[in-house]
Structures are given as structure tokens and as C-alpha cells.
């Protein structure tokens, strides 16, 4: 008992001595958790994407081109406008455009970080549309902006990479669990897992490099520079108002797309309506009433058009159905310019090689000059669905170079004069075969007469 005593007392003192010389724990230093923007990083490589395609587009090299070959293309000057400042005023119109929509998502980005200036990006980028001050210098020397380009484009390239990984990943996952529920073999199961094991290590090297493991404000800070930059790019190469100096020797004579005495005319209209920038741009793209678009049959008439162009490289393959079938794509009103065209040729012969040729000849010219624009519209239409909306555009087609600002009443007139020319040599390659048939049924049967005499 006394042994017990003196044990508890011990016991007592020892716990007391460490009570008195243990230092009280210091407290936990709170780590601020960086925001990284994880699964977004698919949708920013996107804006990326098309922030590269627009510097792109606006180059010494395109603009060049724009000036000298898209405004003059013999299509676009017969039935879209031979107005130099107009076709200019709607390049611009366009390349604004799509940077206004780059730049709202650019915006719900930047709400997400912690810069209080990147926060207020929508309001600064406006003010910068319509009044040009960059209080805190996010446009982009030349020199800047091209190294910025190339390292967007290898976060681009790598979060692609990412993309495509982990749904590599998902497909190993869902065939490992199937494997499982169909109780395979050990050894195929253990195969699997493996694959898996490296697959997913691979995902994770991949998180790491892209863009899935940076933070909002590192890669806000990238997007709202490049686009205040690219905005101020199109203001430079179209003549729009003050642009930051860090530009102005970045454009080679050359390539400056608007004629001097026409570089205020943007800015002219925009006083006229009321309105900033980009909504002088947005109104310039609503089509006349006069245009194909405003009708909503640009489409509809790049089809026929393609159909036709078609038909006219291989008329003698073009079979009765078909014929019928191209009819009933024809509106109202090229049917009713067909009937007057076509009026009192009903049973007509085409046997006239030379007319055909004279045809030929002729319709040819009208689809040199059409039918670039008819294609032009396809791949500007599918490169804007909802399926590829995501996606970069693979060409710099602009809608000055499609047939959405045709104007209707020329365009149907030129489809017109295609289908009457269609029809000749149709009738004339029916005939001749026709003709053929029946001398060589003729010379068969002769054959047949000597052989039986």
C-alpha cells in the first residue's frame, strides 16, 4: 500500500515538471488555398485558341491579303459591293465582333480572382473600346505579345493534351469495371490496373504542366491583356482612334488596310448612332433588307449553288430524279424567273454543239466568280455551329467573302442564268446519247441483216 503511495506521488510530480517546462504549442499559420481553375481549363484553352486565331488574323500578312485579294474578289464586287470602305467597315465589323464575345467570357473568368483590377476587367475593357484609356498598361508591345502568343499556344497545346488523356483515362476506368463485374481473368484484371496506375500518373504530370493547376488571376492577367491588345490591334490596322504607342511601329505601311480619308468613318457612324464601339460593330453586321442573309437563304442558295456546280462538271450523269430534285430546292421567285427565261423553248432541240460549248463556256465564268463565295458560306457556317463552337476556325473567312451580304435580287439572277444553261447542255447530252444509241442499235442491226443473208 505505502509502495502504491509513493508510486501515485511520483507519477504526480513527474506529470507536474512537464506541465511546467512544456512550451504551449504555437498556433497553426493559416495558408491562403490558391484557386486554381481546375476543370475550367478546357474553356480557357478554348478562349486561348481564339484569341491566337484573332491575332492571327490581324497580321501584316492578312491584312495585306484583306486589302488586295478579299475586298476584290470578282464575286464580292458583283453582288456583295464594290464600295471599298464599306467591304473594309465590315472586315472590322466582324473581327470587333468576335472579340466582344471572347471578351465576355473573358470577363466571368476574371470575376473569379482576387485582383480587385481584374474583377473590374468588363468595366475597363468598354472603357477602352470606347475612350482608349489603359490606366494600368495592359496592351502589349509587339515584341510582348508575341512571346505571350507562343506560350498560349504550348497552354493550349498541353491542356489539349490533358483533354485527351483523361478521357483515355475514363474509357480505362469503365473497362476495368467491367472487367471486374465480368469476373475475368486475374491476369488480365492485374493487366488492366497497371495501365491504369500510368494512365493516371500521366494525368497527373499533365494537370501539372497545363493550365488546370494555374490560378484565376495568373491566367485572367494572360486573357485581359492579350484581348485589351488584340482590340488595340484592330483599331491600329483599321485607322480607329488613338492606339497605344507600344504599337504604332509595330505595323509595316503595307499592311495599314484603311485608305487615310476613310479612317474616320467608323468613328463617324458610331457619333451618328449614339453608341460605344462595339455596338456600332454589332449594327453593321445586321444585313440589309436587300441581302441573301436578310431573307435567310444564304445557306440555302451556297447549297444550290455547290449542287449545280456539281451538275454542270457532269451533266451527262445528272439522271431525271435528280433534275426534279434540284427543282424543288428553287424559292418562288428563281422558279418564276426560270419560267420567263424558258418561255416558249418547250420541245426545243438542243443538237447545237457549239451552243453547247458557247453554255459551257459561259457557265463557267458565272461559277468562277460564285461559286468561291457559295463555299466560302459552307465553311464559315460549319465553323460557327454549336457542334464547333468551341473550336478554332481553320481559315480566315470573313462574311464579306460568303454570301450572307449578297445582294438577292443579283445572286438570283446569276442562279437563273445557271439553271437555263444547265438545262441546254442536260438536253444536249441526252440527245447526243440518245443519238448514239440509236446509230449504233442501227449499225447492229445492219450487221444482223448481212450475217442472216
Not at 116 to 142: C, I, K, T, Y
Not at 229 to 244: E, H, Y
Not at 370 to 393: C, D, G, T, Y
Request: overall charge positive; hydrophobic content about 45%; proline content about 3%.
Amino acid at each position: 500500500m505505502a509502495l502504491e503511495t509513493l508510486l501515485i506521488k511520483v507519477k504526480t510530480a513527474i506529470s507536474s515538471s512537464f506541465d511546467v517546462v512544456r512550451p504551449s504549442a504555437p498556433k497553426p499559420k493559416l495558408l491562403k488555398k490558391t484557386n486554381n481553375v481546375g476543370v475550367l481549363a478546357f474553356e480557357i484553352a478554348g478562349l486561348m485558341s481564339k484569341l491566337l486565331h484573332l491575332w492571327q488574323a490581324l497580321s501584316d500578312k492578312n491584312m495585306v491579303r484583306l486589302r488586295n485579294e478579299s475586298i476584290s474578289l470578282e464575286g464580292v464586287q458583283k453582288i456583295v459591293s464594290d464600295d471599298e470602305a464599306f467591304l473594309l467597315g465590315l472586315a472590322c465589323a466582324e473581327l470587333a465582333e468576335n472579340l466582344r464575345l471572347v471578351a465576355k467570357s473573358v470577363s466571368r473568368i476574371t470575376k473569379k480572382c482576387d485582383d480587385p483590377n481584374l474583377q473590374r476587367f468588363e468595366q475597363l475593357f468598354d472603357e477602352f473600346a470606347n475612350w482608349g484609356p489603359d490606366p494600368h498598361g495592359w496592351v502589349l508591345s509587339l515584341k510582348e505579345m508575341e512571346a505571350r502568343m507562343k506560350k498560349m499556344d504550348r497552354h493550349v497545346t498541353v491542356t489539349a493534351t490533358l483533354y485527351r488523356e483523361m478521357d483515355e483515362l475514363s474509357v480505362m476506368e469503365s473497362g476495368l469495371s467491367k472487367s471486374l463485374k465480368c469476373k475475368e481473368k486475374e491476369s488480365t484484371i492485374c493487366d488492366l490496373q497497371q495501365k491504369l496506375f500510368w494512365q493516371r500518373q500521366e494525368v497527373k504530370y499533365l494537370k501539372e504542366r497545363s493550365l488546370w493547376n494555374r490560378s484565376f488571376d495568373a491566367v485572367a492577367s494572360m486573357l485581359a491583356r492579350s484581348t485589351f491588345t488584340v482590340l488595340a490591334r484592330i483599331k491600329q490596322v483599321f485607322g480607329i482612334g488613338q492606339f497605344p504607342l507600344s504599337l504604332t511601329r509595330s505595323l509595316s505601311a503595307s499592311a495599314a488596310v484603311h485608305p487615310l480619308m476613310k479612317s474616320s468613318k467608323l468613328e463617324e457612324k458610331s457619333k451618328e448612332l449614339g453608341d460605344g464601339f462595339f455596338e456600332t460593330n454589332s449594327k453593321l453586321l445586321n444585313p440589309p433588307a436587300t441581302t441573301l442573309s436578310a431573307a435567310a437563304l444564304a445557306l440555302h442558295y451556297a447549297n444550290l449553288i455547290i449542287v449545280m456546280e456539281k451538275m454542270i462538271k457532269s451533266p451527262q450523269l445528272v439522271g431525271v430524279d435528280a433534275r426534279d430534285d434540284l427543282y424543288a430546292m428553287l424559292p418562288c421567285s428563281i422558279r418564276s424567273l426560270l419560267r420567263a427565261r424558258l418561255k416558249g423553248s418547250a420541245g426545243f432541240s438542243a443538237s447545237d454543239p457549239v451552243l453547247a460549248g458557247e453554255w459551257r463556256e459561259a457557265l463557267g465564268r458565272i461559277l468562277g466568280w460564285l461559286s468561291p463565295l457559295a463555299h466560302n458560306m459552307i465553311k464559315w457556317q460549319s465553323e460557327r455551329s454549336f457542334e464547333q463552337q468551341n473550336l478554332v476556325p481553320k481559315t480566315n473567312v470573313l462574311l464579306l467573302q460568303t454570301l450572307f451580304f449578297a445582294n438577292k435580287e443579283k445572286t438570283e439572277a446569276a442562279i437563273a442564268e445557271l439553271l437555263v444553261g444547265l438545262n441546254y447542255i442536260w438536253r444536249f447530252e441526252r440527245e447526243m446519247t440518245a443519238k448514239a444509241l440509236f446509230e449504233s442499235a442501227n449499225f447492229n442491226g445492219i450487221l444482223n441483216v448481212k450475217k442472216s443473208s
